[in-house]
C-alpha cells in the first residue's frame, strides 16, 4: 500500500509560480514511475507529467517548457515546478503512482492516488 499526500496549491496571478509537492510513504515507492494530473471544474482528469525511477520525464504538450516534474526518492517526494501559469492551469492538480501498465496518460492505468491540491491562477 502506498499512501501519497499533495501540498504547495493555492492561489498566484497569471505568470507566476508554484512548486507542488507530493510526499509518498510505502516501502516500494522508489520503484514506481511517478505522475501528476489535473482535474478542472466540469472537465474530466488530464495527464499533466510522469517521471520513472531513472527515465525520462513526460509531460503533456500543454505543459511542456513550462512545468518540470521531479522527485526526491531520499525523501521521498515527488515535486511539480509550474512556471509562467496561465489561467487554464487551474485545477485540483492530483498525483499518482504505480502504474499497471504503459499507458501512462490515462487515469485508469495508475493505482494509488492523493486527494489533490488546489491551484487557482487568476488574469
Not at 516534474?69 to 531520499?74: G, H, L
Amino acid at each position: 500500500q502506498v499512501q501519497l499526500v499533495e501540498s504547495g496549491g493555492g492561489l498566484v496571478q497569471a505568470g507566476g509560480s508554484l512548486r507542488l509537492s507530493c510526499a509518498a510513504s510505502g516501502r516500494t515507492y522508489n520503484s514506481y514511475t511517478m505522475g501528476w494530473f489535473r482535474q478542472a471544474p466540469g472537465k474530466e482528469r488530464e495527464f499533466v507529467a510522469a517521471l520513472g525511477q531513472s527515465g525520462s520525464p513526460n509531460y503533456a504538450d500543454s505543459v511542456k517548457g513550462r512545468f518540470t516534474i521531479s522527485r526526491d526518492n531520499a525523501k521521498p517526494t515527488v515535486y511539480l515546478q509550474m512556471n509562467s501559469l496561465k489561467p487554464e492551469d487551474t485545477a485540483v492538480y492530483y498525483c499518482a503512482t504505480r502504474l499497471k501498465n504503459s499507458d501512462y496518460v490515462s487515469t485508469t492505468a495508475w493505482v494509488y492516488w492523493g486527494q489533490g491540491t488546489q491551484v487557482t491562477v487568476s488574469s
